[in-house]
């Protein structure tokens, strides 16, 4: 037997190995070899990274866990929180000092529970440090952690949360701010075991803030370091888009944003660059929306502006496109632009194609007593979205189908401390968005789960929003559901051992 034939055996049985498709069947006669369509198969582990909730002394924080039950999931497994490190930054130069802080305080009493059912735990005060989350076996398919905090005065006073998101190398926010009486972090955490290296860019209505402060941060292992935007450039600006790129290692990130008049809340990442972007889910009681874009390429981007209403799609006059400049980010006020009824942003070029990231910034109420949400561009629901820490009152959930028809089921969890799952499924027309009377477990205790899962027609997006008013203030948060990437695509594969007999 030759070299090449003994390297093909090696070869043949290394990924016989790795694979687990070990049969030794011989092909069928009839030569028929094509590679089967890939299967979605859960995914066996899921990393999530929440960032530290505040520093005011007067925060109350919710965490809420949940997994929801998956076909094929393991039978066992396990999911836990770990408190972060967290690097104090200098705020006169942006750079980490080098203290870290959290060590000492406590998790958060919050232990995931059963799939199908939420966890609850809570935190007090500025103690509560960022949390690194690992999810294995059965916990892992679709596992989320909500972050809620209510802050009842100061800057950034209000509803603040975000979803606890998932490791990655890149990420786009825009709508960031250094103008007078924003103080805006970004807050990247590292779960691995190595550091990561991190850049962190700023771009205006004129391109590029040059800035080395942001070049070359690095982020210990299991630490999480807050970065305070105004260090990182001089000036002040109103519109900004922050692009954070890791040169080594993974990190997560997500950026908090506290006003002095009209509260705070967190900016997630806006999904990829692309052509057309939907940001669903604006609050029917809106009273200002602000539309922030960035051109990441060198070519300018021509946008045409829409809304998704309950009745369809309209343009909002006087704000019917958008030019953005490449490599720069350009603004629009939209005012009340849904005029007290259910919508989503919908952009689309004009002409060619240009890649863009955007996100809007949300009021609601008037005067002293206002709030402001961020509603990034998000993709597709997809498989499935998941969103943890409802309640009977002050949840709202918003699809929408800006191309085709949609039906979409979506499901209640079982309660955190009682209730029965319940079910309902709606249809979305093409071009709307709708906020459903989402379904509510029977005899409900305590918070409770919702999936959204499409049935058929065209691409949904959806958000969630909490609202909770203190002392006048309508305060609220919109978290947006993607994918909550439950399942990953796994190719089917026959052997095929007449590669064995070829020279």
């Known amino acids: 037997m030759n070299r090449t034939t003994l390297s093909l055996i090696a070869g043949a049985t290394a990924l016989a190995a790795v694979t687990g498709f070990a049969s030794l069947n011989a092909p069928a006669a009839s030569g028929d070899n094509t590679a089967k369509a890939a299967t979605q198969q859960p995914v066996e582990r899921t990393s999530l990274l929440c960032p530290q909730p505040s520093t005011s002394e007067i925060a109350e924080t919710a965490y809420t866990s949940y997994t929801p039950v998956t076909q094929g999931a393991a039978d066992s497994g396990k999911a836990e929180l770990q408190a972060a490190a967290v690097e104090s930054a200098d705020s006169a130069n942006g750079k980490k000092t080098g203290k870290k802080t959290g060590k000492k305080t406590v998790k958060p009493a919050l232990k995931p529970a059963e799939p199908g059912k939420p ?19 059965k916990f892992a398919p679709g596992w989320t952690v909500q972050e809620t905090t209510a802050v009842a005065a100061g800057t950034g006073r209000g509803l603040l949360g975000t979803n606890c998101t998932a490791p990655d190398t890149e990420f786009w926010f825009p709508g960031v701010s250094t103008a007078t ?24 209505k004129d391109g590029t803030l040059k800035s080395t402060v942001g070049e070359g941060i690095t982020v210990q292992p299991h630490a999480s370091e807050p970065i305070l935007l105004s260090t990182l ?40 660059p692309a052509g057309s972007l939907v940001m669903p889910g604006i609050p ?44 720069m980010t350009a603004a629009a006020d939209l005012g009340d632009v849904t005029r007290g009824e259910a919508g989503s942003l919908v952009l689309t070029s004009t002409g060619t194609s240009t890649p863009v990231v955007a996100a809007l910034q949300v009021v609601r ?29 002050g949840t709202t959930l918003a699809l929408s189908a800006p191309g085709q028809s949609a039906q979409v089921k979506v499901t209640a969890s079982a309660g955190s401390e009682g209730g029965t799952a ?17 379904p509510v477990p029977a005899g409900l205790k305590g918070t409770y789960a919702l999936t959204v899962e499409p049935v058929s027609g065209g691409p949904v997006y959806a958000s969630r929003t909490l609202a909770s008013a203190q002392e006048g203030v309508p305060g609220f948060t919109i978290q947006t559901l993607p994918d909550d990437r439950g399942t990953v695509a796994v190719p089917e594969a026959d052997q095929d051992l007449s590669v064995l007999l070829k020279k």
């Open 365 to 393: 109420g008037k005067g002293s007593k206002q709030e402001m949400a961020f509603i990034p561009a998000t993709s597709p629901v997809g498989g499935r979205a998941t969103a943890a820490d409802n309640s009977s009152k």
């Open 119 to 137: 966890a609850t735990g809570d935190g007090s005060g500025a103690e509560p440090p960022a949390l690194v989350g690992t999810a294995e076996g």
């Open 181 to 204: 009486g924003r103080t805006d972090y970004v807050h990247l955490t590292n779960p691995d075991d190595s550091a990561a290296v991190v850049d962190v860019e700023l771009y205006g």
């Open 422 to 438: 319940a079910t309902k499924t709606y249809t979305i027309k093409g071009g709307t968005t709708q906020d459903v009377d989402a």
């Open 233 to 272: 450039a001089s000036g002040q600006q109103t519109d900004l888009t922050v692009h954070v790129t890791v040169r080594s290692g993974r990190v997560g990130a997500a950026v908090q944003a506290l006003d002095d008049k009209i509260g705070g809340d967190w900016l997630a990442a806006s999904t990829d």
């Open 284 to 327: 029917k009681d809106a009273t200002a929306v602000r539309l922030v874009a960035f051109a990441p390429g060198d070519q300018d981007a021509d946008l045409k502006v829409r809304l998704a209403s309950p009745s369809g799609l309209i343009t909002p006059a006087g704000n019917e496109t958008l030019h953005v400049k490449a490599g």
